[in-house]
C-alpha cells in the first residue's frame, strides 16, 4: 500500500531539513573560528626565539599562557599591536637596572641593552648636544654584568692605576678584558665604561679609605657683668677672651688618590674658650622733671619695712595697685601715691638690695654640639634640572626605538605639559610632575619616591605613551586635537 504523504507528515520532514541545516551551518561556523583563531605567533624572549600556536586574542594573553614573567620596566614590542594576529613576531627584553653618571650625577637606570657600548649609544641618539654619560658597573664578577659585553664593535681602551692599553676583543665582558690585562679590582674600586668621540673607554678608578685629622677654633663668648663702682655708661674688660681649640677626626673616602666624600667620626676639644668678661656700671637713675630721684629707681626703698603701702592698707586707704579686671585696667587713673607693686623695686639674684656690690653672673655651661648623624642621600634622577632631565629621557626613549621625530615630538609635548619640570603641579586637577599623571599617584608603580625621582616619572610617562598612544608623535597629534593627551 502507497505511503500517504499527508500534510502533517510533509511538516515534520520539513522540520528534519531545517535543523540538519542549522546543525551544519553551526558547525561549520566553528570549524571556519577554530581555523582562524588559531594563530601561529613567532615569541623572542631575550634573543631565544621559539614558535606557538595559540588561541589568545592579546599579547599580554599569550604571555600569560606562556608563562613569561614581564615585569615593570621590561620592554614588549608586537608587529600586530596589543591585538594578537596571525604571523605575528612579538619580542619581550627583560630590563636590569645599573648606574649611570650623567654630568657627574649618578643614577641608576633601568636598561635592555646588552652591551656597555649599545647602552651609551641610546644616548647618543637623542643627546647630539652629548650630555657626559658613563656606565658604572659596581662588581664586573656578578652575574649580570660579568656577561655585560663592552663594545660589540671593535677593541676597548683600558685605564687602569695611570697607565693605558687596548683590548682587541671588545665583545668580551669586563671581568674577561680586565683578567687579561692582569688587573685585579679591589673590593671597593669602580669600573665604568664611557665614550670619547669613538673610542670606547672602560676605566678602573681605585678606591681607598682612611682618616684625617683636624684642628678647629672654637670662638669665645662675651659675658657682661654690672659693677656699681663704675659710672653710668662707663665699662672695663676684666678678662680677656681666649679661642679654644677641637680636634676632629674625618673618614675619607678617596678616588684615584683624591679625596671625593668625607664624614665627621669624632670630636674633642681639647683647649677651652675662655669667655671675654666686660664690667659696665649701672643703668643711670630716673629722676622727675624737678630733679629729684624718681620713685621708680629700683634702690630698694620700698623694701625697706618703712613703705607707705602697707600703713596705707592698715589705716584704710585704697591700694594704688590696679584690680586684676579688664575694666578696672581700662578706668584706672594716674596717682602720685607710690606703687605697692614689687616689680620694680625687688632686687634681683645678681644685684644687691644695698647697690654695693657688683653683680656675678654665673658662668653658662657650655652645651656640646651633636654630632650630627648621616642623612641618607636620595637615590634616582632627584630634583634634575629640565636639561638633566631630557638627558636621562633621551637615552629612555632610545630604547623604545623613539628617536628622530619621535624624539622631538616628545620633547615638544612634555614642555607643554610641565616643561620638564618635576615638580610641576596642574592648578586644576592632580596632574604632577614630568609626564602630568594624572592622579600623580599613579606613577607609583614604578617607584614610590615618584613625587621627587624624574626616573620614576620619565618610566612611567613613556609606558603609559606606548601603552595608549603608541608612540610620541601619535601622542602629540592627540595633544594638538583635544589640548592633552
Known amino acids: 500500500?502507497?505511503?500517504?504523504?499527508?500534510?502533517?507528515?510533509?511538516?515534520?520532514?520539513?522540520?528534519?531539513?531545517?535543523?540538519?541545516?542549522?546543525?551544519s551551518l553551526v558547525l561549520a561556523s566553528a570549524a571556519a573560528f577554530a581555523f582562524t583563531a588559531r594563530k601561529t605567533v613567532a615569541l623572542t624572549v631575550n634573543g631565544?626565539?621559539?614558535?606557538?600556536?595559540?588561541?589568545?586574542?592579546?599579547?599580554?594573553?599569550?604571555?600569560?599562557?606562556?608563562?613569561?614573567?614581564?615585569?615593570?620596566?621590561?620592554?614588549?614590542?608586537?608587529?600586530?599591536?596589543?591585538?594578537?594576529?596571525?604571523?605575528?613576531?612579538?619580542?619581550?627584553?627583560s630590563a636590569y637596572q645599573t648606574t649611570i653618571t650623567i654630568n657627574g650625577q649618578e643614577v641608576p637606570f633601568w636598561t635592555i641593552a646588552t652591551s656597555a657600548d649599545q647602552l651609551l649609544g641610546f644616548f647618543k641618539e637623542n643627546d647630539?648636544?652629548?650630555?657626559?654619560?658613563?656606565?658604572?658597573?659596581?662588581n664586573v664578577y656578578n652575574q649580570l654584568t660579568g656577561g655585560l659585553v663592552i663594545n660589540a664593535k671593535g677593541p676597548v681602551t683600558v685605564i687602569a692605576d695611570g697607565k693605558t692599553s687596548v683590548a682587541p676583543d671588545g665583545r668580551l665582558p669586563a671581568a674577561s678584558i680586565l683578567?687579561?690585562?692582569?688587573?685585579?679590582?679591589?673590593?671597593?674600586?669602580?669600573?665604568?665604561?664611557?665614550?670619547?668621540g669613538g673610542t670606547t673607554i672602560l676605566r678602573v678608578r681605585r678606591v681607598t679609605h682612611g682618616q684625617e685629622t683636624r684642628t678647629k677654633d672654637i670662638a669665645f663668648s662675651t659675658?657682661?657683668?654690672?659693677?656699681?663702682?663704675l659710672q653710668p655708661g662707663q665699662s672695663e674688660v676684666r678678662q680677656e677672651g681666649v679661642t679654644g681649640q677641637q680636634r676632629e677626626v674625618y673618614a675619607v673616602t678617596y678616588v684615584d688618590g683624591q679625596a671625593e666624600s668625607e664624614s665627621l667620626v669624632s670630636k674633642t676639644t681639647t683647649k677651652a674658650p675662655l669667655d671675654l668678661v666686660v664690667a659696665v656700671g649701672p643703668a643711670?637713675?630716673?629722676?622727675?622733671?624737678?630733679?629729684s630721684p624718681s620713685n621708680d629707681t629700683g634702690d630698694g626703698k620700698h623694701q625697706s619695712g618703712s613703705g607707705s603701702s602697707?600703713?596705707?592698707?592698715?589705716?584704710?586707704?585704697?591700694?594704688?595697685?590696679?584690680?586684676?579686671?579688664?575694666?578696672?585696667?581700662?578706668?584706672?587713673k594716674p596717682t602720685s601715691e607710690p606703687s605697692s607693686s614689687p616689680t620694680a623695686s625687688t632686687p634681683t639674684d645678681n644685684q644687691s638690695s644695698q647697690g654695693s656690690g657688683s653683680a656675678s653672673t654665673p658662668k653658662p655651661t657650655p652645651t656640646p654640639t651633636p654630632t650630627p648623624a648621616p642623612q641618607p642621600q636620595p637615590t634616582g634622577l632627584w630634583h634634575p634640572t629640565p636639561a638633566q632631565a631630557q638627558a636621562y629621557a633621551a637615552g629612555a626613549a632610545a630604547q623604545y626605538g623613539w628617536t628622530g621625530q619621535q624624539w622631538r615630538d616628545l620633547v615638544t609635548l612634555w614642555n607643554h605639559e610641565s616643561s620638564w619640570s618635576w615638580s610641576a603641579q596642574n592648578?586644576?586637577?592632580?596632574?604632577?610632575?614630568?609626564?602630568?599623571?594624572?592622579?600623580?599617584?599613579?606613577?607609583?608603580?614604578?617607584?614610590?619616591?615618584?613625587?621627587?625621582?624624574?626616573?620614576v616619572q620619565i618610566a612611567w610617562g613613556l609606558n603609559y605613551i606606548k601603552g595608549r598612544y603608541g608612540s610620541p608623535s601619535a601622542a602629540w597629534a592627540y595633544w594638538q586635537r583635544i589640548g592633552w593627551y
Open 179 to 196: 683578567d687579561s690585562k692582569g688587573i685585579t679590582l679591589g673590593k671597593d674600586d669602580r669600573v665604568n665604561v664611557e665614550q670619547d
Open 1 to 23: 500500500m502507497a505511503r500517504r504523504w499527508t500534510p502533517q507528515r510533509l511538516m515534520i520532514l520539513r522540520r528534519i531539513r531545517v535543523t540538519i541545516c542549522v546543525v
Open 48 to 93: 631565544s626565539t621559539r614558535t606557538v600556536s595559540t588561541y589568545a586574542m592579546s599579547v599580554d594573553r599569550l604571555l600569560q599562557q606562556q608563562r613569561v614573567d614581564v615585569k615593570t620596566h621590561d620592554l614588549v614590542t608586537s608587529t600586530s599591536g596589543d591585538a594578537l594576529q596571525d604571523h605575528a613576531v612579538v619580542t619581550v627584553r
Open 223 to 229: 659675658r657682661t657683668v654690672t659693677d656699681a663702682s
Open 284 to 291: 643711670k637713675a630716673a629722676t622727675n622733671d624737678d630733679g
Open 427 to 455: 592648578p586644576t586637577s592632580p596632574a604632577y610632575g614630568i609626564p602630568q599623571a594624572n592622579p600623580g599617584s599613579n606613577m607609583s608603580l614604578f617607584g614610590a619616591n615618584w613625587r621627587d625621582d624624574a626616573s
Open 128 to 138: 647630539q648636544q652629548a650630555a657626559k654619560v658613563t656606565v658604572n658597573i659596581g
Open 310 to 332: 602697707h600703713n596705707d592698707a592698715d589705716n584704710g586707704k585704697a591700694s594704688a595697685t590696679p584690680s586684676a579686671g579688664p575694666s578696672a585696667s581700662a578706668s584706672s
